[in-house]
């Protein structure tokens, strides 16, 4: 009886002892970004290359969607909280950034045309696609807002809206660099940007994706 009453209370202390060091724990690590608004700091910042992604979506033959990724996006964010919307974003998407689970699939998007012709999708050495801002009409939220400006892919330079929306702000725990965070939607046509490669079983509507972080220069 003595045995066993000392092993509950022993049991008791290690998980009170446990305890007590999550408790601490929690209390030591840094504070996550928080949808804050008010942490938005005026400035210029640059695109996060391993937090920002370009996601696409596409509808091959009818029957389901498939979806790919950009990463790698470089490029700047200039925002004053006080007035947002003469915020300004310029950003690159490297082509080659590609991303798929189909091997074979990227090797096609990204070969040279045959016998020197146009190639299917971007060929073996396509310039990087790039977004610059024209106007930003922020939402009544003050979390929201359309980004209108000009995308280049392919050469073609078409203008583009955003629907985007404010995640989060604050203070990167791991890099103790201010950050911003946004994600957004977008619909482009591709056959516009001359990818028009299997019109109309693949279709022309490619859907965009954004998830973006940026850091405080």
Do not use: C
């Amino acid at each position: 009886m003595k045995r066993t009453v000392l092993g509950v209370t022993l049991a008791a202390l290690a998980v009170a002892g446990t305890s007590v060091a999550m408790v601490a724990v929690a209390q030591d690590m840094p504070a996550r970004g928080t949808m804050d608004v008010s942490k938005v700091s005026k400035g210029t910042y640059d695109a996060d290359p391993g937090h920002t992604l370009v996601g696409w979506r596409v509808n091959p033959l009818g029957f389901n969607d498939y979806f790919g990724l950009f990463g790698d996006v470089d490029g700047t964010l200039t925002i004053d909280p006080a007035d947002p919307s003469a915020a300004t974003v310029d950003v690159t998407i490297p082509i080659t950034s590609l991303a798929v689970v189909s091997e074979g699939l990227r090797d096609h998007m990204l070969r040279p045309g045959k016998d020197g012709g146009d190639p299917d999708f971007f060929g073996a050495e396509p310039e990087a696609a790039r977004f610059v801002s024209t106007s930003v009409d922020v939402g009544a939220d003050g979390t929201s807002a359309s980004i209108t400006g000009d995308l280049t892919m392919n050469g073609v330079t078409k203008p583009v809206t955003i629907d985007a929306r404010f995640t989060g702000a604050g203070s990167n725990p791991m890099k103790k660099v201010e950050t911003i965070g946004f994600e957004g939607t977008a619909t482009i046509m591709r056959s516009d940007f001359g990818v028009d490669y299997a019109l109309p079983l693949v279709s022309d509507e490619v859907e965009l994706t954004i998830s973006a972080a940026f850091e405080k220069q």
